[in-house]
């Protein structure tokens, strides 16, 4: 079992940047994968960035590459979201996820993970 709270999201202007924390505590003995979502009102949840249990290695979507970047600290208990050049249409929900059983493209699917956390709202004005 593990537990997962988000936190560092609000209201910021267009251009701004934002970084997002994520703290798991609980089960955290074992390396595992973590990710962030997020969904605004009216869509799926979509894949953010996620980095793996396995080298560390990283995957950022498309729609945000080069705008954010996804770390840890060593314990891999915290994992950031560094959001910079934000747009409106990066507003919504985002999420962290985390679970031990899965690696590298696998990662990317928001149905492999088994532990979430709340979520923290993310607005960005125009």
């Known amino acids: 079992q593990m537990q997962l709270v988000e936190s560092g999201g609000g209201l910021v202007q267009a251009g701004g940047s934002l970084r997002l924390s994520c703290a798991a505590s609980?089960?955290?003995?074992?390396?595992?994968?973590m990710g962030w979502f997020r969904q605004a009102p009216g869509k799926e949840r979509e894949f953010v960035a996620a980095?793996?249990?396995?080298?560390?290695?990283?995957f950022v979507a498309d729609s945000v590459k080069e705008r954010f970047t996804i770390g840890t600290d060593n314990a891999k208990k915290t994992v950031y979201l560094q959001m910079n050049s934000l747009k409106p249409e990066d507003t919504a929900v985002y999420y962290c996820?985390?679970?031990?059983?899965?690696?590298?493209?696998?990662?990317?699917?928001?149905?492999?993970?088994?532990?979430w956390g709340p979520g923290t709202q993310v607005t960005v004005s125009s």
């Open positions: 996820a985390a679970d031990w059983k899965i690696d590298g493209p696998h990662a990317l699917n928001p149905g492999n993970y088994n532990y």
């Open positions: 980095i793996t249990r396995s080298g560390g290695r990283t």
């Open positions: 609980g089960r955290t003995s074992i390396l595992y994968t």
